[in-house]
């Protein structure tokens, strides 16, 4: 099993300096990828319920300033050598697809080929409001899904052409193609039936948020959510043995053990291999620390005390 981490882009403490230490230590430790969240405003005062809060709420002040998903992505895959990075996830109806099309095509062959696209919805109406694309929000999902097949066509195609419900083109050039071959692997957020089924349709990875409440998903659920998933593609004719999967939760060093992923290092492993035992191939974690020094001597403890023991 693979571990990487949330890149924290958001809140007083995501500096220049502190990403890019946190960065480079994550690249010379050994852990697999780096992580980044995705919003272009936020908005007081929201009425959309946030889907990964037990409450609905958020906390504005811990999420201000939140830097560029895109641009951060971009300077610290030129400071790096090994490690990958991707969108944990991106809301692709926020950005016309032919541009992040190109801006992942590029940075992909800057970088080695060491990115992966997470791609997701979006949940914040007031945020695409904001945008200029509020009349977009209830047809969000069928964008996602045209905006996936547009990237592909881009990337995999000589001369692409394309006629979809929103967007439509012939006789491109869409040049240079990504280093891998068929583009960044495609990370698909979500747990539900539409997620399910965008990931069979167009993911190579399934990337759901775990032990979150509401979206809980112990190893016995995640599995029975992986069953459903094989047969998912099984009727698409793919094969069920290439699923792969790398949710992304939180990580606690205590000595009171309250949940999942919560504890020891010993019991953190235990926790790793019932999820591998499932089909998890990588875990991403946001690291625990009330400071950044602290942060990063838990990346240094996960390091010599979790990794070793689940590869």
Same mark, same amino acid.
């Given at each position: 099993?693979?571990?990487?981490?949330?890149?924290?882009?958001?809140?007083?403490?995501?500096?220049?300096?502190?990403?890019?230490?946190?960065? #480079?230590?994550?690249?010379?430790?050994?852990?697999?990828?780096? /992580? *980044?969240?995705?919003?272009?405003?936020? *908005? &007081?005062?929201?009425?959309?319920?946030?889907?990964?809060?037990?409450?609905?709420?958020?906390?504005?002040?811990?999420?201000?300033?939140?830097?560029?998903?895109?641009? #951060?992505?971009?300077?610290?895959?030129?400071?790096?050598?090994?490690?990958?990075?991707?969108?944990?996830?991106?809301?692709?109806?926020?950005r016309n697809p032919l541009v992040?099309?190109?801006?992942?095509?590029?940075?992909?062959?800057?970088?080695?080929?060491?990115?992966?696209?997470?791609? =997701?919805?979006?949940?914040?109406?007031?945020?695409?409001?904001?945008?200029?694309?509020?009349?977009?929000?209830?047809? &969000?999902?069928?964008?996602?899904?045209?905006?996936?097949?547009?990237?592909?066509?881009?990337?995999?195609?000589?001369?692409?052409?394309?006629?979809?419900?929103?967007?439509?083109?012939?006789?491109?050039?869409?040049?240079?193609?990504?280093?891998?071959?068929?583009?960044?692997?495609?990370?698909?957020?979500?747990?539900?039936?539409? /997620?399910?089924?965008?990931?069979?349709?167009?993911?190579?990875?399934?990337?759901?948020?775990?032990?979150?409440?509401? /979206?809980?998903?112990?190893?016995?659920?995640?599995?029975?959510?992986?069953?459903?998933?094989?047969?998912?593609?099984?009727?698409? =004719?793919?094969?069920?043995?290439?699923?792969?999967?790398?949710?992304?939760?939180?990580?606690?060093?205590?000595?009171?053990?309250?949940?999942?992923?919560?504890?020891?290092?010993?019991?953190? *492993?235990?926790?790793?291999?019932?999820?591998?035992?499932?089909?998890?191939?990588?875990?991403?974690?946001?690291?625990?620390?009330?400071?950044?020094?602290?942060?990063?001597d838990n990346v240094h403890r996960?390091?010599?005390?979790? #990794?070793?023991?689940?590869?």
């Open positions: 099993m693979q571990i990487g981490f949330n890149l924290d882009n958001r809140g007083p403490d995501a500096t220049p300096e502190n990403m890019l230490a946190f960065t #480079l230590a994550a690249d010379r430790l050994g852990f697999s990828s780096l /992580a *980044v969240s995705d919003h272009i405003v936020l *908005v &007081r005062g929201h009425t959309d319920k946030y889907p990964y809060s037990a409450t609905g709420e958020i906390d504005l002040n811990a999420w201000t300033p939140w830097n560029d998903t895109l641009g #951060l992505i971009g300077f610290m895959a030129g400071k790096t050598e090994r490690v990958r990075f991707g969108s944990s996830v991106l809301i692709l109806p926020y992040t099309a190109k801006w992942f095509a590029t940075v992909d062959r800057l970088s080695g080929g060491r990115l992966f696209m997470g791609a =997701g919805t979006g949940w914040w109406r007031e945020e695409f409001e904001a945008l200029g694309i509020g009349e977009q929000f209830a047809e &969000r999902g069928a964008r996602t899904d045209e905006y996936l097949r547009i990237c592909k066509n881009l990337w995999t195609q000589h001369t692409p052409a394309f006629e979809g419900q929103f967007f439509k083109y012939a006789n491109l050039v869409a040049e240079p193609k990504p280093a891998q071959a068929g583009g960044p692997p495609i990370w698909i957020g979500g747990h539900t039936p539409r /997620a399910l089924r965008r990931m069979a349709e167009f993911g190579d990875v399934w990337h759901p948020v775990v032990l979150t409440p509401p /979206a809980d998903l112990n190893p016995r659920e995640l599995g029975e959510k992986r069953r459903r998933l094989e047969r998912l593609y099984a009727e698409r =004719g793919r094969d069920p043995g290439s699923i792969r999967i790398a949710p992304k939760t939180h990580l606690h060093f205590t000595d009171r053990r309250n949940r999942p992923m919560s504890g020891t290092p010993g019991q953190i *492993v235990e926790d790793l291999l019932a999820y591998q035992a499932q089909g998890v191939g990588e875990f991403i974690f946001y690291v625990p620390g009330a400071s950044e020094p602290e942060k990063l996960i390091a010599e005390e979790i #990794l070793p023991h689940v590869r």
